[in-house]
């Protein structure tokens, strides 16, 4: 994401003459050590670079800087490839090897799709959520560039024109190509971003425009100042105050696993050697950053069937430099397939991690922890957003725990806890 901000910075930044180059060299930049499926936001300003070579007969100057940010750009990979074989004791390009799983073993049975799929909609909806009004303004830029131009007939040369659609179709690019696939993960909109705010950027100066016209044809023009004004002001602070609400829900519904682990922290809590023990809740494990060093984290089986994390190696001797990076936890596979020795029996857990929601059905695998007082204590409890009996409203923002709100409407909770396994007398 940050390295498409800079990329598309530079593109767009013609002062002292054209940035393709570093243009160029961000963005590949970004695919070669990010995810290299973010290089394709490169190909309208490509086009556009072509298109001026042609039309000004600078062929040498563009190929020029073309082959100047390539080269850049392979520079950059030519050190993550030697980086890359210092750690992982082996010749591999990462980025190549990232394409080949994801499109060319796709086709075998393998590749993104055995994670799960999504409907057409889901990048749709997750925008309008996160974004709301920024991302309707986001997929509205090209529409309104077509009516200023064609429709209004605005003064515009066609090089400036062409500009401003170039500017907007990384965007629909990637959104086009992302809702094609059937693997589907709000991560994957990351490098959207930036073309989303320049996007909306562009659409806003749009309707700005048309708004504080003074033509009068325009029926903007006879609109009070103070009345646009108003409009204007009420548009953005809807947005934001969106935004926030949006924001607001989502931390006090969902912020449960970033802080049960605290008292983990506390002297005497733990010893080397103490398990974290994690059944249904694994996929909400945030990080082992999060426990005290020789605690570690483990798995017990739960309905999950598919393949879970492995543990990096902690050999010291005989292995040379760094060879968690480079030596591969038994059992992993590249099918999803899963592997029974990543669990541990739940004899071995000092602490377990679990969630329980009134009402929810129970089984052999995944039993209420939290209700078996008789093993487990609390040591940390947070409330956490019980989805299943939570209506619309209350799983899409904060809606707040007020007597006078309706029922129907209230959020409505579960529990997030931190369990000690009780000591035997």
Known sequence: MYTTTL???????????????????????????????????IIPFMAEEVMLAVQGRQGIESATRIVDGTVRSLIALGLQFCIDGFFY?????????IVWYNVVAATSGKGPNI????????????????????????????????????????SATKQSWLRAVIFVSPFYLWLAIFTAQPHKEERFMYPLYPALALNAAIASHTILTYIGSRNPRDLASRVPRKIKFFITGAFVVTAVVAGLWRTLGTVTAYGAPLSVYKPLQEPGMTRPGDTVCLGKEWYRFPSSYFLPNGVRAKFVKSAFKGL???????????FGFFPGSWLVPPGMNDENI?????????????????????????SELEPNYILDTHTWEKLSCKPFLDAARTSTIGRLGWVPDWSFVPEQYRRHWGEYCLLRRRTTK
Request: net charge neutral.
């Open 308 to 318: 879970l994390p492995g543990e990096f190696s902690e050999a010291k001797v005989g």
């Open 338 to 362: 899963e592997d029974p020795g990543k669990y541990t029996d739940i004899s071995h857990c000092s602490f377990m991690v679990d969630s329980y929601f009134p009402g929810s059905e129970t």
């Open 7 to 41: 990329g598309i910075a530079a593109f767009l930044d013609w002062r002292g003459g054209l940035r393709t180059a570093q243009g160029l060299f961000w963005m590949l930049f970004g695919a070669f050590i990010g995810w290299p499926f973010a290089a394709v936001m």
């Open 115 to 154: 994670y799960g799929t999504e409907p057409w909609h889901f990048y749709m909806r997750n925008l309008l959520l996160n974004f709301n009004i920024w991302f309707l303004l986001a997929l509205s830029a090209l529409p309104l560039l077509l009516v200023q131009t064609f429709i209004r007939r605005q």
């Open 89 to 97: 004791k082996i010749i591999a390009c990462v980025p190549l090897n």
